[in-house]
């Protein structure tokens, strides 16, 4: 039998396209799951390790489609989530976030960031954790869980992290209203 392993079938994509506009990029690449490692911006500039489906609830104001959600790799999110608590950055908060933007592509797939400044993102250790927690999501194998979506709450979600953490229970998408 003549199988690649997991690591022969991972492949790292590069663009310079704001992710949240690469509609369809499902379309170009052919892929299982498509991860999109990138930065997240926000007003509080708290430090942050992220991880969120892509879509939108209601209108598209950044990518994506109005009223449309991906599809959510809810027991990969959950694992990633798993992965980066225990490898926690000191100063950074380790959030699940709302569903909340593009872009809308049809196969499964996900966001994990590093928020909220520059400095955060020019953080090697940072961009390492990130880095080796990919690496680990997609070379172990992935646990069956319940799956569920989330409504309420705020943008990062901080009540569903018990949720995820100590329960069957994977997250896809989180409604906060």
Known sequence: ENKKSTQEEIKLYTTEKETVFSEHIDR???????????KHQSKSGIPTLSVHAPGNWAKAEFGGQDRKLCTAPAAYQKEYYKIIS????????????????????????????IGSTDKEWRMKEA???????????????????????????????????????????????????
Do not use: W
Request: a positive charge.
């Open 127 to 177: 961009g390492a954790i990130v880095a080796q927690a990919i690496i680990s999501l997609l070379t172990k194998k992935i646990e069956k869980y319940r799956v569920a979506f989330a409504i309420g709450g705020l943008h990062t979600c901080h009540n569903f992290n018990k949720i995820v953490l100590n329960s069957e229970y994977a997250i896809g998408h989180v409604c906060p209203k």
């Open 28 to 38: 170009e690449i052919n892929a299982k799951l498509f991860i999109f490692a990138t």
């Open 86 to 113: 225990k490898r926690k950055l000191e100063g950074f908060d380790i959030v699940n976030e709302a569903t909340h933007h593009g872009p809308y592509i049809e196969k499964p797939c996900m966001f994990v960031e």
